[in-house]
């Protein structure tokens, strides 16, 4: 397609950070908008802050103060999808797509990137996955976005092989700490493994590659 358009459909505040954001920045440095379609706000996270500043009651208006700003971070529009937290399993998958279809088809997508259902460890994760994948199903072929899998399960090559798309988003690292560091209700635990000023520690090293498979319909 001539026209561009990312868009970026995970369940969580912060999954397109920790997941994303540098191929996020890479696509917003190439001049390709990028809309970020987050299914819930997270309300039901076991993170409150490090010290503690959230409680049950108040952290989605945390998580969605923090997701504001960490797309502020890396230049990219935001859509709530307003399903709530560890329930979209639950959901009807049918009624769910439709809901999906409506949006990606709105934004005219080119490109969806979303998690690889089945190898995404989160319920969540794997229903909103499996969801999308429906959704753009039910596009013409002529008009269908392709389709990024974010697969993040243990040994998840072991069934998948390696990785269709691999980027070494280093250039775009100060920008995926950025979003990162943005949800601070979430991010303690992660931050505190990145050391940032060793380019060899483990943690760091993984963070700076992120891997895609290519949806194919059959």
């Known amino acids: 397609m001539s026209k561009q358009h990312v868009v970026v459909i995970f369940p ?62 890396l230049d990219i529009d935001v859509e709530l999808l307003g399903y709530r937290d560890k329930t979209l399993e639950f959901e009807p998958r049918e009624e769910v797509a439709d809901y999906l279809q409506q949006k990606i088809e709105a934004l005219q997508a080119s490109l969806v990137i979303t998690h690889y259902p089945g190898y995404a460890v989160h319920p969540d994760h794997d229903a909103l996955g499996a969801a999308v994948v429906a959704a753009v199903e039910k596009i013409d072929r002529e008009s ?9 399960s243990n040994q998840h ?27 601070l209700s979430q991010a303690d635990g992660m931050m505190s493994l990145i050391e940032i000023h060793d380019k060899k520690h483990e943690q760091t090293e993984r963070l700076k590659m992120e891997r895609f498979y290519k949806w194919t319909f059959s």
């Open 144 to 152: 269908r976005p392709e389709i990024w899998m974010h697969a993040i």
């Open 157 to 183: 090559e072991d069934d998948l092989g390696k990785p269709d798309i691999i980027f070494d988003i280093a250039p775009y690292w100060e920008q995926k700490l950025a979003a990162i560091s943005a949800h």
């Open 12 to 73: 969580h505040p912060d999954d397109e950070s920790f997941g994303a954001s540098g191929t996020i920045s890479k696509f917003r440095a190439e001049g390709i908008p990028v809309t970020y379609l987050c299914g819930t706000l997270g309300e039901m996270g076991r993170n409150m802050g490090n010290p503690v500043f959230a409680n049950r009651e108040t952290l989605s208006s945390f998580r969605k103060k923090e997701l504001t700003e960490a797309a502020k971070q």
